[in-house]
């Protein structure tokens, strides 16, 4: 296992106070190569993601990203992606939906987060963006603001949460009880029409399900480009067993799938899509598909089920109706989902002078890209 830091063999140390009561962590070890039970302290515990684990690593590692292992003296562990940005000197750092809290308190989080900037200043890099699964907490936006960290829009889709509770005792008629009335009509509607609904664990309508999301971030208008790695990044994530991808077919036709991530000692909603064409004739394919990753959690004894995000780029409050994420809230709202205000993500720039250039460079980039293509256009 190697380790990097300011000389070949070292590593860097970095110290970082966070807030009021004395909040403090160091970075204390940065390895190429994560410990045996990385997954269980960044995937499995509270506020745990799959993108912290390895399955991700490997797969950012084979986009061209390095992954660095991170431990902090308090004993938490975060994974940080970086990247080089040739011409330019220096390096781009993530740590994807990291730090974890791993329960702790949100200024124990900021901590960590300021003490990964100080690392990655110290290594000559440019900027750090960080964005753990973490409820909204004055505390934590405070102490990375006294850091030199800036909210910054949203890396991942979405930022707020829709959770529904799944407390002791509860039961599938229970659950049903609480739907609105609609939801329960179009469930079994869908079941009545012929819909079936089943895990598809070997992942052999992946790519099809890809071309619904892309039709459906089209729809939506946000960009997703399910080619660009999202398929081979599903097959890992269920080859690893952190994932579970649930179809739902008439005949040998797909109506519509989601992916489910296992993390934070519960089940959460990440990708979701159906086929618009098919609604018509095969009308609520995205209410059984929920309600069958619900009724999973719920007999697998799980304490909450996370049904992801609605909110999009340039529109991070809770929808209103009108809203363009309304329809998303108003479906899961239906299901009993309760909104959860989540951390804004955010970054540190590094090396200020840097990161302007890199963005002139870009900008630049972009025009003759438009140049060129106007150019042969024009032939």
Excluded at 26 to 34: I, Q, W
Excluded at 81 to 110: E, M, N
């Amino acid at each position: 296992m190697s380790r990097d830091g300011g000389a070949a063999g070292s590593v860097g140390t970095a110290t970082a106070a966070a807030g009021a009561r004395g909040a403090r962590a160091e970075v204390t070890e940065v390895a190429d190569a994560p410990a045996g039970d990385w997954d269980a302290r960044t995937v499995a515990p509270p506020g745990g993601h799959v993108l912290q684990g390895t399955a991700w690593a490997e797969h950012r590692r084979g986009q061209g990203w390095r992954p660095r292992f991170v431990t902090f003296s308090d004993g938490r562990v975060a994974l940080l992606l970086t990247r080089l940005q040739p011409p330019l000197p220096g390096f781009l750092a993530y740590a994807p939906r990291g730090p974890i809290a791993g329960g702790d308190p949100a200024r124990a989080v900021a901590a960590r987060a300021v003490a990964l900037g100080e690392w990655v200043r110290r290594q000559g890099g440019t900027i750090l963006a960080v964005d753990p699964e973490l409820d909204a907490d004055p505390a934590y936006d405070a102490a990375l603001a006294a850091a030199g960290f800036r909210p910054t829009e949203e890396i991942q889709p979405s930022r707020h949460r829709m959770v529904l509770q799944l407390p002791a005792g509860t039961t599938e008629e229970s659950l049903l009880a609480g739907m609105a009335k609609g939801t329960r009509q179009r469930i079994r509607k869908a079941e009545e029409g012929g819909t079936l609904v089943r895990e598809n664990g070997a992942g052999e309508r992946l790519a099809e399900f890809g071309t619904l999301l892309d039709a459906t971030a089209e729809r939506r208008h946000f960009t997703f480009a399910a080619e660009s790695g999202f398929v081979d990044w599903w097959r890992r994530a269920l080859g690893a067993g952190v994932a579970v991808f649930l179809v739902a077919e008439h005949g040998d036709r797909l109506l519509g799938g989601l992916v489910a991530y296992r993390q934070g000692g519960h089940l959460a909603t990440a990708f979701s899509a159906d086929d618009a064409g098919t609604r018509r004739e095969h009308p609520g394919t995205m209410h059984l598909l929920r309600w069958s990753i619900i009724r999973r959690a719920l007999a697998e004894g799980l304490p909450a089920i996370d049904l992801g995000g609605v909110d999009l780029p340039g529109h991070r409050e809770r929808p209103a109706e009108g809203d363009p994420g309304w329809g998303l809230y108003e479906h899961k709202a239906s299901f009993g989902a309760e909104w959860v205000e989540s951390a804004a993500a955010h970054e540190l720039i590094a090396r200020p002078w840097l990161y302007r250039t890199g963005l002139l460079l870009r900008g630049a980039r972009r025009s003759a890209r438009r140049l060129v293509g106007a150019a042969r256009r024009g032939r």
